[in-house]
């Protein structure tokens, strides 16, 4: 774990990232809320170096967390989740960059701390279309749901009584509605994968 990672967990947590991990693929808030305590600031300044328009750092932020929601059961080295996170977060800046057409403009002239190499063109062009992907099913969720994502998987989220506030749903059913939101979201991707090996590739 890089001393940026240590930084950003709190002197008094107690659970370690591996049951917080745990925690998140078992549907637990609570432990949504301390990764993102532990890690919010780290996921949103590596965005903030690529220098991207407000909307596009957003997504970049929210796609980082649903590909963690995704994949916290996978993670194979929970003490380096901070190099995950910020690694992840890099791809998804990378990628919109290359959606827009826009060269990268990094904070602190050291293009080599956000390359990717490891990534070849074809994963890097599957990887396009999954972040494409996802977030057109996120724009199909219904209005609440959609809202609640982004109110929790974004810079700075929202707290559970503020998200109650705005959305209208009760402080015990916010992580109840977040897990099913993003079960329907993978159900929604999943469902999309079948559809496009239905049709082929040379549909």
């Known amino acids: 774990m890089t001393a940026a990672t240590v930084s950003h967990i709190p002197p008094d947590a107690t659970d370690s990232v591996a049951d917080l991990l745990q925690g998140i693929s078992e549907k637990d808030p609570a432990a949504w809320e301390e990764i993102l305590r532990r890690y919010g600031t780290l996921?949103?300044?590596?965005?903030?170096?690529?220098?991207?328009?407000?909307?596009?750092?957003?997504?970049?932020?929210?796609?980082?967390?649903?590909?963690?929601?995704?994949?916290?059961?996978?993670?194979?080295?929970?003490?380096?989740?901070?190099?995950?996170?910020?690694?992840?977060?890099?791809?998804?800046?990378?990628?919109?960059?290359?959606?827009?057409?826009?060269?990268?403009?990094?904070?602190?002239?050291?293009?080599?701390t956000v390359a990717d190499p490891s990534a070849d063109p074809e994963q890097r062009a599957i990887d396009t279309h999954t972040t494409r992907t996802l977030r057109k099913l996120i724009d199909e969720l219904p209005p609440r749901r959609r809202s609640l994502l982004r109110m929790l998987f974004t810079d700075n989220p929202c707290s559970y009584a503020e998200v109650a506030r705005i959305t209208g749903i009760p402080l015990g059913g916010i992580g109840p509605t977040r897990a099913r939101t993003l079960r329907q979201l993978r159900g929604k991707h999943d469902q999309h994968k079948v559809d496009q090996h239905k049709v082929g590739p040379g549909a």
């Open 43 to 112: 996921v949103s300044t590596t965005v903030r170096l690529f220098r991207l328009q407000e909307a596009d750092a957003l997504d970049a932020i929210q796609m980082t967390w649903l590909r963690l929601a995704e994949h916290a059961h996978r993670v194979q080295f929970p003490e380096r989740l901070g190099g995950w996170l910020a690694t992840t977060a890099r791809r998804e800046c990378l990628h919109i960059l290359r959606q827009t057409k826009r060269e990268p403009h990094f904070t602190d002239g050291a293009p080599e």
